[in-house]
């Protein structure tokens, strides 16, 4: 089974500044899909960005971006211009081509520093 | 917009009593899922349906059952609830694999508590 790990329980960040939240995952598979969503306090999830393995191009919208490192199974989250509305937990989550289902990770606390 | 829609959004249970999370999507998905969300653990998949009058099990589904009533309602029972069961559960949906990367969407969770 994949699993995905989020090494870091909590972040911090200035507001304007920028984070980056890691995440890395164990899988067999060549062709999968990538994912990080956003659950503010108000525990609505919500999709961040996704990422599609057999792109190499990393995905970006607007301030939120990703390092997509295929062959070190790294998949991190860099939120530029922090803002207080992005504080909340985020969560990686990982798919892959054939499978119905998302496994996640055990999520990351970020908290914005006005 | 309704998107994903769960009911209740609380409740408070005896051990031993039984109880029903209602799920609804409008969005013409065809598969539904529930997760349940505990501190620390991210959100584990108790089971699933990948199409109408299909349903598996998750990563963890004892204590579960599920009905995938139509294309719309996916329901999960809890046929006497245990302590352990205290969680946040999110029903979630998602189109087929073969129009995209399958990202979920997702209700807004009930948050359960079993004294």
């Known amino acids: 089974a994949q699993t995905v790990t989020q090494s870091q329980p909590e972040m911090s960040v200035q507001e304007a500044e920028t984070v980056t939240l890691s995440c890395t995952y164990d899988t067999s598979e060549s062709d999968y899909y990538l994912f990080w969503y956003k659950q503010p306090p108000s525990r609505q999830m919500i999709l961040v960005i996704r990422q599609e393995a057999y792109k190499q191009q990393n995905a970006t919208e607007n301030r939120f971006s990703v390092n997509f490192q295929k062959a070190a199974k790294s998949f991190s989250l860099k939120i530029s211009d922090s803002q207080l509305g992005d504080a909340a937990m985020y969560f990686c989550a990982y798919r892959n081509n054939a499978g119905n289902m998302l496994t996640f990770g055990g999520g990351t606390r970020l908290m914005v520093k006005p | 917009n309704a998107g994903v829609t769960q009911t209740p959004k609380f409740q408070v249970l005896k051990t031993g009593q039984s109880m029903t999370l209602q799920c609804a999507q409008d969005m013409n998905h065809n598969s539904m899922y529930w997760y349940r969300q505990d501190p620390g653990m991210g959100l584990r998949l108790i089971y699933y349906s990948a199409s109408e009058g299909t349903t598996d099990k998750g990563e963890v589904p004892n204590g579960y059952n599920v009905s995938r009533l139509n294309k719309r309602e996916f329901s999960l029972r809890l046929e006497s609830a245990a302590p352990s069961q205290t969680s946040v559960y999110f029903c979630?949906?998602?189109?087929?694999?073969?129009?995209?990367?399958?990202?979920?969407?997702f209700g807004e969770g009930s948050r359960l508590t079993v004294l």
């Open positions: 979630a949906s998602s189109p087929t694999r073969d129009r995209g990367p399958g990202e979920l969407f």
